[in-house]
């Protein structure tokens, strides 16, 4: 049986198509589309525009899907429909132009699915899940594979590149702009779930580009799948530099990320410190 599951998030919508069978899962498509609904934002509101956006990259999906024998359409809508005003209005004009019923996730249930899909394939018994997406992040902690807490922050990637850089790439003080509110909604997690973990299981485009620069600069074959805190500091010192190398690097391993991927790798960051992480090991599943 093939089933289809579509992720609206905040930066891109992803489409996977799985075949179950025999007690296995096996992906047989995954795509994604970059669509940055989160630039679409004006106080508080998704923007027609980027409500047709969304319904033209999911009428894509829907042909591609219509190519198979799917039994099950899942369609999930994270921080992207989530943080608005008119979630309601975009729920249904999806639902008119492309016949999809987008359901919208709150914060702790995507951080359960996303603990959920991280730890399947992964013999880590203790650690910080971290999934750093355009419009949210969550964070979950585990000790012997049973979560002690999970979060949801109002910050990713794309929304932090809106708010506060003026151009490409950001400059010194919109680095520590970044910084500053990354810190501030930090200070919402539960102090008693912050303690140090050796590892956090990264989760998301964002930590799957940091991870794709990681192993260009330091030669890694691309089944690598762990980030060395030494080589996040060395990879932060090169992007920061805000030169042409920089740029250089990030357009040649993810042009697709080279607004966003700063902020995130300043969240990022921000979690090795917080949890004094020693190690990032990139997961393929997710929510």
Do not use: W
């Given at each position: 049986m093939v089933y289809a599951v579509i992720d609206i998030g905040s930066n891109t919508i992803r489409l996977n198509l799985y075949e179950y069978g025999n007690n296995e899962l096996k992906?047989?498509?995954?795509?994604?589309?970059?669509?940055?609904?989160?630039?679409?934002?004006?106080?508080?509101?998704?923007?027609?525009?980027?409500?047709?956006?969304?319904?033209?990259?999911?009428?894509?999906?829907?042909?591609?899907?219509?190519?198979?024998?799917?039994?099950?359409?899942?369609?999930?809508?994270?921080?992207?429909?989530?943080?608005?005003?008119?979630?309601?209005?975009?729920?249904?004009?999806?639902?008119?132009?492309?016949?999809?019923?987008?359901?919208?996730?709150?914060?702790?249930?995507?951080?359960?699915?996303?603990?959920?899909?991280a730890t399947k394939f992964l013999n880590i018994r203790d650690g910080v899940i971290v999934d750093i997406g355009g419009g949210s992040t969550e964070v979950v902690t585990f000790e012997?594979?049973?979560?002690?807490?999970?979060?949801?922050?109002?910050?990713?990637?794309?929304?932090?590149?809106?708010?506060?850089?003026?151009?490409?790439?950001?400059?010194?003080?919109?680095?520590?702009?970044?910084?500053?509110?990354?810190?501030?909604?930090?200070?919402?997690?539960?102090?008693?779930?912050?303690?140090?973990?050796?590892?956090?299981?990264?989760?998301?485009?964002?930590?799957?580009?940091?991870?794709?620069?990681?192993?260009?600069?330091?030669?890694?074959?691309?089944?690598?799948?762990?980030?060395?805190?030494?080589?996040?500091?060395?990879?932060?010192?090169?992007?920061?530099?805000?030169?042409?190398?920089?740029?250089?690097?990030?357009?040649?391993?993810?042009?697709?990320?080279?607004?966003?991927?700063?902020?995130?790798?300043?969240?990022?960051?921000?979690?090795?410190?917080?949890?004094?992480?020693?190690?990032?090991?990139?997961?393929?599943?997710?929510?």
């Amino acid at each position: 049986m093939v089933y289809a599951v579509i992720d609206i998030g905040s930066n891109t919508i992803r489409l996977n198509l799985y075949e179950y069978g025999n007690n296995e899962l096996k992906t047989i498509i995954s795509v994604k589309k970059m669509v940055g609904l989160a630039s679409y934002i004006e106080n508080g509101v998704l923007s027609e525009k980027g409500i047709t956006v969304a319904c033209s990259a999911l009428n894509e999906f829907k042909s591609i899907i219509n190519h198979f024998d799917v039994k099950e359409c899942y369609v999930v809508a994270t921080a992207s429909l989530r943080n608005i005003r008119n979630t309601d209005e975009a729920v249904n004009a999806i639902f008119t132009n492309t016949g999809f019923t987008a359901g919208v996730i709150s914060g702790g249930e995507e951080a359960l699915f996303n603990y959920s899909g991280a730890t399947k394939f992964l013999n880590i018994r203790d650690g910080v899940i971290v999934d750093i997406g355009g419009g949210s992040t969550e964070v979950v902690t585990f000790e012997r594979r049973k979560i002690l807490s999970a979060h949801s922050m109002p910050i990713g990637s794309l929304n932090l590149y809106k708010k506060c850089v003026s151009c490409i790439l950001p400059n010194s003080d919109e680095r520590i702009l970044i910084l500053k509110n990354v810190l501030d909604e930090v200070d919402s997690l539960v102090v008693d779930s912050i303690k140090p973990y050796d590892t956090i299981i990264g989760i998301g485009g964002t930590i799957r580009a940091v991870l794709k620069i990681n192993n260009s600069i330091y030669n890694l074959p691309d089944d690598n799948k762990e980030i060395k805190i030494e080589n996040l500091e060395e990879i932060i010192r090169i992007l920061e530099a805000n030169d042409k190398n920089s740029l250089r690097l990030i357009l040649q391993t993810v042009p697709d990320r080279v607004h966003t991927i700063i902020p995130g790798i300043i969240i990022l960051k921000t979690m090795t410190k917080v949890f004094k992480i020693k190690k990032i090991v990139v997961s393929d599943y997710g929510m």
